[in-house]
């Protein structure tokens, strides 16, 4: 026998034996569907009056309002605008804001093609920007190529940007596209939250291992309160295994909340039983809230990945290193781009390494007195600003003004150095340069034993002493590690500046072997040229060495080799003239040779260091 109940034109069967209590329970789950459906019918009819209320074109733009572009995007995009463009102008803001933008939507549409529904970018001011997936990827590989979408368009919008900038001479556009070059580089860094953890961690999380380690080296190296967070966030993800969300409950093909559920429910009749059948089951619950791993990508997928990370890489790297030998052949031409950037960056804060970069684009330009300004407000602000005193050192030997304060300021620089053979030598060199031989003896101590032999050789030969500093030149080539060209260069100048012409060519030949090689070694070579009376190759080698060389390097060297390629220029003028027979061309040659003698001149901080002794007994 069975007893019937009839809810909501619906039919409940239940077990001959129904008790009392299974009525009473019947009636209240009536009483509930009751209360629920004029629930809905009250709020329908709300709903209805306020779109009514509503007009066309409001209904209309609600979405879009509403959307995560304009509550999300415009406001970060628009902050961090704001932001940027006070610490490197407007131009510059928006350039960097282009390169992140760019990267960005490499992700996003990486995403909206693998069905991941991206959300709008979110930018962080000064930290970067993010994409938000509502649906992530199951399986590691489109993690993985989401994750190199974004370097991968970012670095080709670099290009086109470096691209421009050289096109229309923009140098804005040109240090733009660099930055883009180098940022896309550092996103794929092995190491979690960059983009490159996520690649590498589809092939093998132990390559994760390497980047986190380097990625925690250089947070304790630079004391960078950025990158320790990197860090701790590439140590608690590395252990933390990537999951992929659990099933959802989809009804014609798109995900309902809860309330439409409901609605969608009592208006078309679903019985009680129905309901308590899709709410009471254990097994579906579990399964929603649960998330199960990664599916892992393939031999043939991680193969893929590994191949196209490492391409992306090289090419990035390449770009980068072209891109800064370019700017840096043309570095005054930047100068000024670098003296708005410090300034308004300084507008925030006053710091004495920002102070030290600025004056140092001042002496590009040859303004000194900003220059020297900059220095002294930078060293009272930091007294152990090794960089301070080797400028201050430099900038007054570029004017000669070779007094004592020179020598101190350029100990003091040797003292404060963490790289102390460099930085000694370098002292030690000035102090030869500006002929405080005593100073430059005591700042040896410091020295190895190839470097200081060097420099006595450079004292002994300044001295008039020749034959004494072959014996340290040779010393010092023989000290020093087959991988460093200086002490073969310096004696290469030796051999030069005393008319031993065929063992200056044969230290050079040496030199040439290196597959880095300085433009100072073509210089040298069109001084050989000169002696040889290969007038129009030593020309060819002057400008290349003018073309080619690395202004930032060292600015006070780069004002000797500048001099000494006009100077050699002039002689090879001056040869040419006396050869020709034609008076006319002997003239013009004349007229060149005395133009490039006056442009040698001018330059600050002419010297005879790539000047060899004895070059007017050649012509």
């Known amino acids: 026998m069975t007893q019937g109940s009839d809810l909501d034109k619906g039919s409940t069967t239940f077990g001959a034996g129904s008790s009392a209590e299974s009525q009473a329970a019947v009636q209240k789950l009536q009483d509930i569907v009751e209360q629920a459906q004029s629930s809905s019918n009250m709020t329908t009819a709300g709903e209805s009056q ?50 992140i933008t760019i990267h960005e939507m490499g992700h996003w549409i990486w995403m909206r093609a693998n069905n991941c529904d991206p959300q709008a970018p979110v930018y962080v001011p000064l930290l970067g920007a993010f994409v938000l997936m509502r649906q992530p990827p199951e399986d590691e590989a489109t993690a993985a190529w989401v994750s190199l979408a974004g370097p991968l368009v970012g670095g080709t919008g670099a290009g086109i940007m470096y691209l421009a900038g050289i096109l229309l001479h923009d140098p804005m556009l040109t240090l733009g596209g660099a930055v883009g070059f180098l940022l896309n580089l550092t996103q794929l860094l092995p190491a979690r939250p960059f983009d490159g953890g996520n690649v590498v961690a589809a092939i093998s999380k132990y390559i994760l291992i390497p980047g986190m380690l380097a990625l925690i080296a250089m947070a304790i190296s630079s004391r960078s309160p950025l990158l320790f967070l990197f860090s701790i966030i590439s140590i608690i993800s590395y252990f933390n295994k990537p999951t992929r969300p659990g099933p959802k409950l989809v009804h014609s093909g798109k995900a309902k909340t809860i309330l439409e559920l409901e609605r969608e ?23 929603t809230s649960s998330q199960s ?40 031409s930047y100068a000024s781009v670098g003296v708005t950037c410090l300034t308004n960056m300084m507008r925030l804060r006053e710091e004495s390494g920002l102070l030290v970069q600025r004056s140092y684009l001042y002496a590009l330009q040859n303004n000194f007195p900003a220059a020297q300004s900059d220095i002294e407000r930078a060293l009272r602000i930091n007294q152990n600003d090794r960089d301070g005193y080797l400028c201050r050192a430099t900038y007054k030997l570029l004017q000669k003004q070779n007094d004592q304060s020179v020598a101190i300021d350029l100990i003091k620089s040797s003292q404060l150095s963490k790289n102390e053979s460099l930085e000694a030598w370098n ?26 032999a060097g420099i006595r050789a450079l004292i002994l030969q300044n001295n008039g002493h020749p034959e004494e500093a072959a014996a340290y030149y040779n010393e010092s080539v023989s000290k020093s590690k087959p991988m460093y060209w200086g002490p073969r260069l310096r004696r290469a ?13 044969d230290d ?36 290349n060495a003018l073309t080619n060389r690395i202004e930032d390097l060292d600015l006070l060297h780069s004002a000797y080799m500048n001099a000494a390629c006009h100077r050699l220029k002039a002689e090879a003028y001056a040869r040419q003239a006396l050869c020709e027979t034609n008076p006319s061309l002997a003239d013009n040659f004349k007229r060149m040779s005395a133009a490039e003698r006056e442009r040698s001149d001018k330059i600050p901080g002419f010297g005879a260091i790539y000047i060899p002794s004895r070059v007017e007994s050649w012509k």
């Not at 060199?429 to 190839?450: E, K, T």
């Open 427 to 452: 002292a030690s060199f000035a102090l030869v340069l500006c002929g405080d031989y005593d100073l430059a003896l005591q700042s040896m101590n410091r020295l190895s034993p190839a470097a200081a």
């Open 508 to 543: 050079l030949a040496v030199l040439n072997q290196r597959p880095l090689r300085p433009p100072v070694i073509g210089l040298l070579g069109g001084w050989c040229d000169l002696k040889d009376g290969n007038l129009s190759q030593a020309i060819k080698q002057a400008d």
């Open 293 to 332: 791993k990664l599916i892992p990508a393939t031999v043939g997928q991680r193969w893929a990945i590994g191949v196209s990370y490492v391409a992306l890489m090289a090419g990035l790297a390449g770009l980068m290193t072209s891109s800064i030998w370019e700017i840096g052949s043309h570095l005054r």
């Open 493 to 505: 100048f030796y051999y030069l500046s005393t008319n031993q012409i065929g063992k200056a060519k």
């Open 265 to 287: 429910l009592l208006n078309s009749n679903k019985t009680l039983a129905t309901l308590s059948a899709a709410n009471a089951q254990p097994a579906n619950r579990q399964a």
């Open 50 to 99: 306020l779109a009514a209320n509503e007009s066309p074109l409001a209904e209309r733009w609600k979405p879009v309002l509403q959307s995560s572009w304009v509550r999300k995007f415009l406001p970060t995009l628009s902050l961090s605008l704001v932001l940027y463009s006070v610490m490197f102008g407007w131009w510059g803001g928006l350039v960097i804001m282009t390169l």
